[in-house]
């Protein structure tokens, strides 16, 4: 990657003719529309209003919205909704219990060596990225067998008591729950072809025909999307 320059809009108001302004600045000292092609941003409404701004004065040139930025934000949209808005607060709640205590995390990784040969850890999503809550729940299927054996051995339901801490009993109640597996199911099925094409396209390698057909996929996760919201958009 290559930073040709930043500035910094201070005081200044930052809407969609400032940061034309910046834009046009560098676009010229680069040589303009034999030299620049496009000029890709978020999909922000001053950014959308910068498009048409920069095609309008520079036809040749094509200005667009990232679409790894669009993808996060419909899987933003997508975990926003019921069921799947109740089954994410209830695994980040698994995944708290069963990844920051000392004894419980230790029984995953004791239990996660015996049945896979090693380690496999509970995935913590990052809140900013949206995606990482489909790595997080495709990661808890993976050990749902495991967590459930935890949650059933005599050795944790003693320690459970001890503790009397209302967080694990609640995670366990989770984890015994085929409600919150199901709905974890379904989440999964939805947006794994988005996840899917974010690993494609960070990737940086030539995978068009992989591409194209995970692309058909994502048609049906906005059509599901569309059904279940009534939205147009």
């Not at 001890?162 to 974890?184: C, H, N, P, Q, Y």
């Amino acid at each position: 990657m290559l930073v040709a320059s930043h500035i910094l809009s201070q005081v200044a108001k930052k809407d969609a003719e400032w940061c034309f302004k910046d834009f046009e600045s560098l676009f010229l000292q680069l040589g303009g529309e034999s030299k620049v092609a496009g000029h890709i941003t978020d999909n922000e409404a001053k950014m959308k209003a910068l498009w048409k701004r920069i095609e309008e004065t520079y036809p040749k040139v094509m200005a667009y919205g990232c679409a790894t930025h669009m993808l996060h934000l419909l899987l933003s949209d997508i975990a926003a909704l019921e069921p799947f808005k109740t089954m994410l607060d209830d695994a980040r709640c698994v995944i708290k219990w069963f990844r920051n205590h000392h004894y419980t995390n230790g029984l995953v990784k004791t239990f996660t060596m015996r049945r896979f040969g090693n380690e496999l850890r509970i995935i913590k999503p990052c809140a900013t990225r949206f995606a990482s809550m489909v790595y997080a729940t495709e990661r808890l299927k993976l050990l749902k067998g495991v967590l459930r054996n935890i949650t059933s051995e005599d050795e944790y339901e003693q320690y459970l008591r001890r503790r009397k801490d209302s967080e694990g009993e609640k995670a366990t109640r989770i984890v015994d729950s085929a409600g919150f597996w199901g709905s974890l199911s379904a989440f999964l099925n939805v947006t794994l072809p988005v996840r899917q094409f974010l690993r494609y396209t960070d990737s940086g390698q030539s995978l068009a025909c992989k591409v194209l057909r995970l692309a058909s996929s994502i048609k049906l996760t906005r059509f599901l999307y569309r059904y279940t919201t009534g939205s147009s958009s």
